[in-house]
């Protein structure tokens, strides 16, 4: 497609695959990092777990436009929950202030959400919430359109009672997956580890990444030959 025909003006959508799993003391929320408008990426490297509280995240899909402005009104309502209770809020109601707020407004907006966190009082927690606003509390949820190409997998390879780095290897290895498959899913892999001991965030290049059924090794880009000592003329 030539560049002309593409639409640069389209609305960012995060074309993505967002997960979340459950583990032995904790959760362990992925993500890709692709933002496309249209055909064409509009963000390579972007961060699709936002944080809510010290101790929630959410996942986000669909329009970037409307995950950010449901999450930063979930930030806003959970601080304010924060200071008149005296101690931080639970997963359950960072998650059942995103469903109020994405069933209430299902007419406009186009994101389906996947909240994640620990609390004293559950524990690591994942809640669903898809297109409609519908809640569901979840073992382990996927999302975005490279979800299609992992639900077979999730049967197979989930398991109850996964160590940490059990659960994190998994969620890296599904996002791959789908990136392998999923056209609007790729760049690199972001983790976000969430227990009683706080927060990790990791990060998983996309060179470092397996490599599956008749995928390509990663080409070198334009930029790397313009950046050599002495870079090749261009066969025009």
Not at 135 to 152: D, K, M, N, T, V
Request: hydrophobic share 35%; charged share 20%; proline share 4%.
């Amino acid at each position: 497609m030539a560049s002309s025909d593409m639409d640069h003006n389209a609305p960012h959508s995060m074309g993505t695959t967002i997960i979340g799993v459950t583990y032995d003391g904790g959760v362990v929320l992925g993500a890709d990092s692709r933002t496309s408008t249209g055909v064409y990426v509009a963000n390579r490297a972007s961060d699709k777990i936002t944080q809510l509280t010290d101790n929630v995240y959410v996942c986000r899909s669909g329009s970037a436009a409307d995950s950010q402005v449901v999450s930063d009104y979930v930030r806003y309502f959970l601080h304010q929950h924060t200071i008149q209770l005296g101690q931080p809020a639970t997963v359950k109601v960072c998650a059942n202030l995103v469903r109020l707020l994405s069933y209430g407004n299902k007419n406009m907006l186009e994101t389906g959400l996947i909240v994640g966190g620990w609390d004293k009082y559950e524990g690591g927690k994942i809640y669903g919430i898809p297109l409609g606003g519908t809640l569901l509390e979840l073992p382990f949820a996927i999302g975005g359109s490279g979800s299609s190409y992992l639900y077979g997998f999730f049967d197979q390879a989930w398991k109850e009672g996964m160590t940490k780095d059990e659960a994190e290897q998994l969620v890296v290895k599904a996002v791959s997956l789908a990136i392998a498959r999923d056209g609007a899913s790729g760049g690199v892999v972001r983790t976000v580890v969430i227990n009683s001991e706080g927060v990790t965030r990791n990060y998983y290049p996309g060179d470092k990444l397996p490599l599956w059924h008749e995928e390509l090794e990663p080409q070198n880009s334009l930029l790397d030959i313009l950046n050599t000592a002495s870079p090749e003329p261009m066969n025009i």
